[in-house]
């Protein structure tokens, strides 16, 4: 695509009213079938179809484009079909499930619902942790999740932990920290790709303080959080302990040498996986250790591998399906349409033009899922709108960084809620749309949003 300049945002041909754009048509068409329980896959792919014939693509161009857009999941979905296998590997070590009893007994021993309010705000804790340092001490993602989270329901169970609380702790801790400390998966996101792309479009940032930038939006996803913790999900939610039992509360038999082998493959694998850059290497070195070591048996190595694949698989699935659809979006070209369309209506308001970008940042970004992504597709585009309005480089930067990560909570297609979901309906008590989406839709674009604005408003 053109990088647009300041002279040729003025040029824009109008629009005719009765034009409808093919992104928000398949974005909406996308997310009202995920919220009538289609499974995500059937609803990118037939958004997809519908947005690429809105556009006036023929069929045969828009199943071309569908399916050219779908290796770029593929190492994604690899990634996460291997940390599964290592996933379970480590589950038969019985080291999570340690970590789980050890929980349990605190449960057992409580007396008053002080001491169970008590117990739920340390495993909120800790799992707000673990994610957050997923994103930068370790930069592993969501590869935690199917390790640290299916031994804990039962004990969340028993403490009647509301599980959409769990969802938006675990989401708020994958993208918080990449949106705002630029270290791990944050140095990618704000200084390899943020600053990058609003450098390339017109402005200086080689002296910008991205940190600043971003400190009001990710306030924003603070306040999501704390609404969550302390009001939303703070009351009981009751789960069947049985259906929990079948799937988590096996018989796993650990000893100290399981656990240490256990730890030893998990640091082999991060070892690994910094060292090559290969999320697939490093949980293939860490499930080849569980081999070697005696801890996962020769004969049974098969069989882990292939139901540690099936733990991850839809999320591998959908990762592709959102590949495909992406590039969809891109063939139609109504991603330039939609930001270019708005210019006539927002004349010179500063406060209506950093609105409307920040809500198309949504629109796409919970289409194709990876904030990542919409940086690059977005930053050609609003940097000269941007300056032509005369907002700051440190507002820019703002609108820009909040605009892509807007959507990556609430996309049902987005591993920072694919993730969660992972973790949390091994058992079936946990649907993707309504008990992940929904609550982080609501939680933290909301915030995410208003807070976006004033930082493009007073900055």
């Avoid at 939303?232 to 929990?244: E, F, M, P, T, W």
């Avoid at 289409?367 to 050609?380: E, R």
Wanted: glycine letters at 12%.
């Amino acid at each position: 695509m053109n990088r647009p300049t300041s002279g040729a945002l003025k040029a824009i041909p109008d629009i005719p009213e009765s034009a409808m754009n093919a992104v928000v048509a398949a974005v909406v068409i996308m997310l009202v079938l995920s919220l009538c329980r289609i499974h995500v896959v059937v609803a990118l792919i037939i958004g997809a179809v519908a947005g690429g014939l809105i556009s006036g693509l023929s069929l045969d161009a828009t199943i071309a484009a569908f399916n050219e857009g779908l290796g770029g999941g593929a190492t994604v979905a690899l990634s996460y079909a291997t940390l599964g296998a290592f996933a379970v590997a480590i589950g038969k070590s019985g080291l999570a499930h340690a970590l789980a009893d050890k929980a349990l007994n605190l449960v057992g021993r409580q007396d008053d619902g002080k001491a169970a309010g008590g117990i739920r705000l340390l495993i909120v804790g800790l799992l707000l942790a673990i994610a957050m340092s997923s994103q930068n001490i370790l930069p592993i993602h969501i590869a935690f999740i199917p390790l640290v989270v299916p031994p804990l329901l039962y004990v969340m169970a028993k403490l009647n932990m509301d599980r959409r609380l769990v969802a938006c702790v675990l989401t708020f801790g994958l993208i918080t920290p990449y949106m705002f400390l630029p270290v791990g998966f944050g140095g990618i996101y704000l200084n390899e790709i943020l600053l990058a792309n609003v450098g390339e479009n017109g402005i200086d940032a080689t002296d910008l303080n991205v940190m600043s930038a971003m400190a009001l939006p990710a306030l924003g996803m603070l306040c999501g959080l704390l609404v969550a913790v302390f009001f939303s999900y703070r009351g009981d939610r009751h789960y069947n302990l049985d259906a929990i039992a079948r799937t988590e509360r096996v018989d796993v038999t650990y000893n100290g040498g399981t656990l240490l082998m256990a730890l030893v493959a998990i640091v082999a694998a991060f070892v690994v996986q910094l060292w090559l850059g290969s999320m697939i290497l490093g949980a293939l070195a860490g499930f080849v250790l569980f081999n070697l070591s005696g801890v996962v048996k020769w004969k049974e190595a098969d069989d882990l591998f292939t139901e540690g694949m099936k733990m991850l698989a839809m999320i591998g699935f959908i990762m592709i399906a959102a590949s495909g659809f992406a590039e969809v979006m891109r063939e139609t070209g109504d991603i330039a349409t939609l930001v270019e369309g708005s210019v006539s209506t927002i004349g010179d308001n500063k406060a209506l033009a950093a609105l409307l970008m920040l809500v198309v940042g949504l629109l796409i970004t919970m289409g194709i899922g990876s904030s990542f992504s919409t940086i690059p597709i977005i930053a050609a585009l609003y940097v000269p709108l941007a300056l032509e309005l005369g907002f700051s480089p440190l507002a820019i930067v703002a609108l820009v960084g909040t605009a892509g990560a807007l959507g990556d909570a609430g996309s049902p297609a987005s591993d920072s809620t694919l993730g969660p979901t992972a973790g949390l309906n091994v058992d079936g008590q946990h649907n993707h749309i309504w008990d992940t989406v929904v609550p982080t839709f609501l939680h933290y674009n909301l915030p995410l949003l208003g807070f976006g604005w004033l930082a493009a408003m007073v900055l």
